[in-house]
Nanobody, 126 residues
Framework: QVRLVESGGGLVQPGGSLRLSCQASGHTLDDYTIGWFRKAPGKEREGVSCISVGGDTIYSDSTKGRFTVSRDDAANTIYLQMNSLKPEDTARYYC????????????????????WGQGTYVTVSS
């Protein structure tokens, strides 16, 4: 079974950038569609982005134009480049493998995703 580990979180000022990584072990990542999610204190989990096996991507309305998801299957890693960060982007960010319709990004419903990492925390503050 694939195991996911997120990294790259930290403290950044508004307007700054961070790149999150989702490293897989136990299985090659090129068989999986991967979603990025975030959970802020007091808020529900939110789907941020998804990248399919074929490289198709979708984004939430709140991150479109600022975040970019990419995959490096040779490195078994998915990346989330986050630019123009805002305080409301503060959250713990998770990656997960899509279990239902696993080859396509047709939804970022959390229940459609199976294996989850432990998350990495992003704080956007001056």
């Amino acid at each position: 079974q694939v195991r996911l580990v997120e990294s790259g979180g930290g403290l950044v000022q508004p307007g700054g950038s961070l790149r999150l990584s989702c490293q897989a072990s136990g299985h090659t990542l090129d068989d999986y569609t991967i979603g990025w999610f975030r959970k802020a204190p007091g808020k529900e989990r939110e789907g941020v982005s998804c990248i399919s096996v074929g490289g198709d991507t979708i984004y939430s309305d709140s991150t479109k134009g600022r975040f970019t998801v990419s995959r490096d299957d040779a490195a078994n890693t998915i990346y989330l480049q986050m630019n123009s960060l805002k305080p409301e982007d503060t959250a713990r960010y998770y990656c997960a493998t899509k279990a239902y319709k696993p080859t396509v990004c047709d939804s970022m419903r959390g229940s459609f995703f199976g294996s989850w990492g432990q998350g990495t925390y992003v704080t956007v503050s001056s």
